[in-house]
T-cell receptor, first 115, second 116 residues
Framework: AQSVTQLDSHVSVSEGTPVLLRCNYS??????LFWYVQHPNKGLQLLLK??????LVKGINGFEAEFKKSETSFHLTKPSAHMSDAAEYFC?????????????FGTGTKLQVIP | ETGVTQTPRHLVMGMTNKKSLKCEQH?????MYWYKQSAKKPLELMFV???????ENNSVPSRFSPECPNSSHLFLHLHTLQPEDSALYLC???????????????FGDGTRLSIL
């Protein structure tokens, strides 16, 4: 069994300040972890993925995430928020299941960026 | 630009109508998924097709009927829907590799469905 907990449903930051979106997971299998972003009326876009090659993962648009096995965490960060970062962010855990992926989504964190 | 295309983008239908949602992926993937996204609820996985075979059906009511005629196309046939079925329906695809869970899903922009 696997689960994902996004600790904050809403995060508000000022433009130019750091962003931290928190995610904790549990899995009985070595998981792959992903962060997706969803802008209004759009589908989910992959930001970055962790697949055991390196614990610090860099993604698109300046985002990165660090996998910490001891803390079962995969928090998403960005040094400086931009207005275009305002969106909803989903943390996802994935394990193999036959010929496809068994995926569990977090409940999402809405990021507000204040000018 | 997304490699997964969903049509229509918006659909309004009465409870007695029959309609279909279409999803097409241009990525050469072999697994396709339907999700339901309702306001203030987590993303719900509805169906999974792997190599055109349905491998997962998460207790979805029979008024939703999926069809996967080939690895590039996925349909969701709708009939006698209820108001609570109003939601954003998302299609995704991935390259399933047996024994590996590290392939990301690629999503379409969804169909916004409203039931009158």
């Amino acid at each position: 069994a696997q689960s994902v907990t996004q600790l904050d449903s809403h995060v508000s930051v000022s433009e130019g300040t750091p962003v931290l979106l928190r995610c904790n997971y549990s899995s009985s299998y070595s998981p792959s972890l992903f962060w997706y972003v969803q802008h209004p009326n759009k589908g989910l876009q992959l930001l970055l993925k962790y697949t055991s090659a390196a614990t610090l993962v860099k993604g698109i648009n300046g985002f990165e995430a660090e996998f910490k096995k001891s803390e079962t965490s995969f928090h998403l960060t960005k040094p400086s928020a931009h207005m275009s970062d305002a969106a909803e962010y989903f943390c996802v855990v994935s394990v193999p299941s036959g010929g496809y992926q068994k995926v569990t989504f977090g409940t999402g964190t809405k990021l507000q960026v204040i000018p | 630009e997304t490699g997964v295309t969903q049509t229509p983008r918006h659909l309004v239908m009465g409870m007695t109508n029959k309609k279909s949602l279409k999803c097409e992926q241009h990525l050469g993937h072999n697994a396709m998924y339907w999700y339901k996204q309702s306001a203030k609820k987590p993303l719900e996985l509805m169906f999974v097709y792997s190599l055109e075979e349905r491998v997962e059906n998460n207790s979805v009511p029979s008024r939703f009927s999926p069809e996967c005629p080939n690895s590039s196309h996925l349909f969701l046939h709708l009939h006698t829907l209820q108001p609570e079925d109003s939601a954003l329906y998302l299609c995704a695809s991935s390259q399933g590799v047996r024994g590996r869970g590290n392939q990301p899903q690629h999503f379409g922009d969804g169909t916004r469905l409203s039931i009158l």
